[in-house]
């Protein structure tokens, strides 16, 4: 049989994805391992290393029991992963404690610190990245601060795909995306000493590993990975991208032709604008969003992140299931989920105003804080639950807009991802909230089509991303979806109420934590 596999890694908060492609980037099988993360005191979020990586080898083993031969077809294999975040490891390639995940609100007050700094404009005219207590840059100025020990024993700096590359192939290495948002300079896509050293990390320095790009480097797989996934030894292994920038390719969110946008409605919510390296502007102002590295020489996708994005319908929704459980009547959220359109039907738009500043991190789109905190503006007995379910996802397109608007202005076109995305009522929301056409990527898994189209280029079944994006992206993407005008009349008065009411908030959110001493 030929070779005619591309697999996909993506190794999500919540879930592992391996995910088999067909050359012409058609999705063949898939297979996820839930994961899961510990929170604790402080606003710890943490992964063992370990497990993430189990979990990873469960996934590629049970998607090898639905592929017949799958060993022997696969051409290549990519992983991508959640971002941020610092996976510590030592000499020995073992685990130094726990890993900090993006969601980790540890180094808040850190963070806030060196923003405060007088060489932060500086770092952030090279990296292109506002400082949030999610980067591992600010996570590792906190150990550096509180547990300099931990960097004692580790010998490598990872994030999540770097970690489980080194198990697949025994490197140690990060991708441009992240490596230059981090500690880098996105003009010449390489590391920048000034930036390490503006987190006090110079003496330290040795913990970032080398940048390796996967459009141009593959890997062997090693014989002790290659035993416990089921794969050949020997099989190319390629280093996607940070997850987000596979996304945005996978989902179409680049178009050479288009001045488009991408919106991934996921776990947090993430706006990209791609362009050529020399047209991002940056928001000196507030000093908020990523520049990342895209896998198209010369380009690079300016970013804004909400912290949260459907995790705040999952809080919404919990509160129907935890209250319908303590009375003995069991409710699961994914059949409330199927209940979301006829919610938002039978109720009016713009009744609430909802800030979707969930996560215990705080906020780190359009602006970096991370003492914000949700809130519900308009209550009165009239408003039942559905109300706040359709107010949130309000405040999830409010949120969208919101980034743009710091990113410039809202595109032409916003192509949507993500499980949520899905919910026809969701997308004329976020439309008119907008107030710009829609299309929906019909692309199942646009993470990790995106890794898998990287190693397409670096194995050289393409000769260039835009010839895969031709072939993988431009047929699944679904008709134009233009908004209801009225709605977003309504929605273009109700965003102003939404900004103005965030601004007023602010120093409400900082009274609350000086009283909690966080």
Same mark, same amino acid.
């Given at each position: 049989?030929?070779?005619?596999?591309? *697999?996909?890694?993506?190794?999500?908060?919540?879930?592992?994805?391996?995910?088999? =492609?067909?050359?012409?980037?058609?999705?063949?099988?898939?297979?996820?391992?839930?994961?899961?993360?510990?929170?604790?005191?402080?606003?710890?979020a943490t992964q063992p290393l370990d497990q993430?990586?189990?979990?990873?080898?469960?996934?590629?083993?049970? !998607?090898?029991?639905?592929?017949?031969?799958?060993?022997?077809?696969?051409?290549? %294999?990519?992983?991508?992963?959640?971002?941020?975040?610092?996976?510590?490891?030592?000499?020995?390639?073992?685990?130094?404690? +726990?890993?900090?995940?993006?969601?980790?609100?540890?180094?808040?007050?850190?963070?806030?610190?060196?923003?405060?700094?007088?060489?932060?404009?500086?770092?952030?005219?090279?990296?292109?990245?506002?400082?949030?207590?999610?980067?591992?840059?600010?996570?590792?100025?906190?150990?550096?601060?509180?547990?300099?020990?931990?960097?004692?024993?580790?010998?490598?700096?990872?994030?999540?795909?770097?970690?489980?590359?080194?198990?697949? /192939?025994?490197?140690?290495?990060?991708?441009?995306?992240?490596?230059?948002?981090?500690?880098?300079?996105?003009?010449?896509?390489?590391?920048?000493?000034?930036?390490? +050293?503006?987190?006090?990390?110079?003496?330290?320095?040795? @913990?970032?590993?080398?940048?390796?790009?996967?459009?141009?480097?593959?890997?062997?797989?090693?014989?002790?990975?290659?035993?416990?996934?089921?794969?050949?030894?020997?099989?190319?292994?390629?280093?996607?991208?940070?997850?987000?920038?596979?996304?945005? !390719?996978?989902?179409?969110?680049? +178009?050479?032709?288009?001045?488009?946008?991408?919106t991934i409605i996921g776990t947090t919510g993430?706006?990209?604008?791609?362009?050529?390296?020399?047209?991002?502007?940056?928001?000196?102002?507030?000093?908020?969003?990523?520049?990342?590295?895209?896998?198209?020489?010369?380009?690079?996708?300016?970013?804004?992140?909400?912290?949260?994005?459907?995790?705040?319908?999952?809080?919404?929704?919990?509160?129907?299931?935890?209250?319908?459980?303590?009375?003995?009547?069991? %409710?699961?959220?994914?059949?409330?989920?199927?209940?979301?359109?006829?919610?938002?039907?039978?109720?009016?738009?713009?009744?609430?105003?909802?800030?979707?500043?969930?996560?215990?991190?705080?906020?780190?789109?359009? =602006?970096?804080?991370?003492?914000?905190?949700?809130? =519900?503006?308009?209550?009165?007995?009239?408003?039942?639950?559905? +109300?706040?379910?359709?107010?949130?996802?309000?405040?999830?397109?409010?949120?969208?807009?919101?980034?743009?608007?710091?990113?410039?202005?809202?595109?032409?076109?916003?192509? !949507?991802?993500?499980?949520?995305?899905?919910?026809?009522?969701?997308?004329?929301?976020?439309?008119?909230?907008?107030?710009?056409?829609?299309?929906?990527?019909?692309?199942?898994?646009?993470?990790?089509?995106?890794?898998?189209?990287?190693?397409?280029?670096?194995?050289?079944?393409?000769?260039?991303?835009?010839?895969?994006?031709?072939?993988?992206?431009?047929?699944?993407?679904?008709?134009?979806? /233009?908004?209801?005008?009225?709605?977003?009349? *309504?929605?273009?008065?109700? =965003?102003?109420?939404?900004?103005?009411?965030?601004?007023?908030?602010?120093?409400?959110?900082?009274? @609350?934590?000086?009283?909690?001493?966080?």
């Amino acid at each position: 049989m030929s070779k005619d596999l591309i *697999i996909g890694i993506d190794a999500g908060t919540s879930v592992i994805k391996s995910i088999a =492609f067909d050359l012409g980037g058609r999705q063949i099988a898939s297979a996820a391992v839930p994961n899961r993360y510990a929170t604790g005191e402080g606003g710890a979020a943490t992964q063992p290393l370990d497990q993430t990586w189990d979990y990873c080898t469960r996934s590629l083993r049970q !998607l090898g029991e639905r592929v017949p031969d799958m060993a022997g077809r696969v051409v290549a %294999v990519a992983v991508t992963g959640q971002g941020d975040g610092t996976w510590l490891v030592d000499q020995d390639a073992k685990p130094v404690g +726990d890993a900090w995940l993006w969601l980790d609100a540890r180094a808040g007050a850190t963070a806030e610190r060196l923003r405060q700094h007088a060489g932060d404009a500086a770092r952030f005219a090279r990296t292109g990245t506002g400082l949030n207590a999610c980067q591992q840059g600010a996570q590792l100025a906190h150990v550096l601060a509180h547990s300099p020990e931990q960097l004692d024993q580790a010998a490598t700096a990872f994030h999540c795909k770097d970690w489980l590359y080194l198990n697949l /192939t025994g490197i140690r290495a990060t991708d441009p995306s992240e490596g230059c948002f981090t500690f880098g300079d996105y003009k010449t896509r390489s590391y920048s000493d000034e930036v390490v +050293d503006f987190y006090g990390l110079g003496k330290h320095a040795s @913990l970032i590993p080398p940048i390796c790009d996967g459009t141009k480097t593959q890997h062997p797989l090693t014989a002790s990975a290659a035993q416990q996934t089921g794969l050949r030894e020997g099989t190319p292994i390629v280093l996607g991208y940070v997850d987000v920038i596979c996304s945005t !390719l996978g989902a179409g969110g680049y +178009d050479a032709t288009t001045a488009v946008g991408c919106t991934i409605i996921g776990t947090t919510g993430v706006h990209i604008r791609a362009a050529h390296a020399s047209e991002i502007t940056l928001n000196t102002d507030l000093k908020s969003g990523y520049v990342m590295l895209m896998p198209i020489d010369g380009h690079a996708a300016q970013l804004q992140t909400n912290m949260a994005g459907t995790l705040n319908l999952d809080w919404v929704l919990s509160l129907a299931s935890d209250a319908a459980n303590s009375i003995g009547v069991s %409710v699961e959220k994914d059949h409330l989920l199927t209940l979301i359109d006829g919610w938002i039907a039978d109720t009016q738009p713009a009744g609430l105003l909802y800030h979707p500043y969930i996560s215990d991190a705080g906020e780190r789109g359009p =602006f970096i804080d991370h003492t914000a905190r949700s809130s =519900f503006i308009g209550l009165n007995s009239n408003h039942g639950f559905a +109300d706040l379910v359709h107010g949130t996802i309000e405040g999830l397109g409010f949120a969208a807009r919101d980034c743009y608007t710091a990113m410039g202005q809202v595109p032409q076109e916003v192509r !949507l991802t993500g499980g949520a995305a899905r919910s026809q009522r969701l997308r004329d929301i976020v439309s008119a909230t907008l107030g710009t056409p829609v299309r929906q990527s019909t692309r199942e898994e646009a993470g990790a089509a995106g890794a898998a189209m990287i190693a397409a280029v670096s194995v050289g079944i393409f000769d260039t991303m835009q010839s895969c994006l031709d072939k993988w992206v431009a047929p699944l993407l679904g008709a134009h979806e /233009t908004p209801d005008p009225q709605l977003v009349d *309504i929605y273009a008065n109700h =965003f102003r109420k939404y900004v103005s009411a965030r601004e007023a908030l602010q120093p409400i959110w900082h009274q @609350l934590a000086d009283r909690k001493g966080t």
